[in-house]
C-alpha cells in the first residue's frame, strides 16, 4: 500500500485570492473610462451623420437651389463619420467642436441648419464634459 503511483496524486490546492480590499480612490468605477468617453464621443457623432442625411430631403424640398447645400450637408455627413472611425485620436475633442462650428455656419444656407448645429454643439459640450468627468478621480 505503500507504492503510490505518481501520476494519479491530487493536485494540490490552489491559492486563494488576495482578500479583497478598498477600492482605488482614483477610478470611476467603470473599467476603462477613457473609452466609455471616445464612445460616448462616437455615438454622437454617429448621430449627427444620421439627422444631417435626413435633412438634405427636406432642404432639397425647400431650397430653389438645393445643389450647394446637398453638396455641404455630405461633406459633413463624410467629416461626422471620419471622426466618429477615429474617435481613439486625442485631438478629436477638438476637431468635433471645429465640426460643430462648421455645422452652425451653415446658418446661410438654410436657418434649420444652424439651428441643428447648435444643438449637436449643445451634445458635444456635454460629451466632452462627461470625458473631464471621468478623468477626474470620483467624489466619495
Not at 102 to 123: D, K, S, Y
Amino acid at each position: 500500500m505503500a507504492d503510490r503511483n505518481p501520476a494519479h496524486e491530487e493536485p494540490e490546492p490552489e491559492e486563494a485570492e488576495a482578500p479583497w480590499s478598498e477600492p482605488d480612490p482614483n477610478r470611476s468605477g467603470l473599467r476603462d473610462p477613457a473609452r466609455a468617453a471616445r464612445s460616448l464621443a462616437a455615438m454622437a457623432l454617429s448621430f449627427e451623420a444620421l439627422a444631417l442625411l435626413m435633412a438634405i430631403v427636406p432642404m432639397r424640398m425647400l431650397l430653389d437651389d438645393p445643389g450647394p447645400t446637398t453638396v455641404v450637408i455630405v461633406v459633413l455627413v463624410v467629416a461626422c463619420i471620419a471622426l466618429a472611425g477615429m474617435a481613439k485620436r486625442p485631438w478629436i475633442w477638438p476637431a468635433g467642436a471645429v465640426l460643430q462650428v462648421a455645422v452652425i455656419a451653415c446658418w446661410p444656407l438654410h436657418w434649420a441648419l444652424g439651428a441643428a448645429g447648435i444643438v449637436f454643439a449643445l451634445v458635444w459640450a456635454y460629451c466632452w464634459s462627461v470625458k473631464r468627468q471621468l478623468s477626474r478621480p470620483p467624489k466619495r
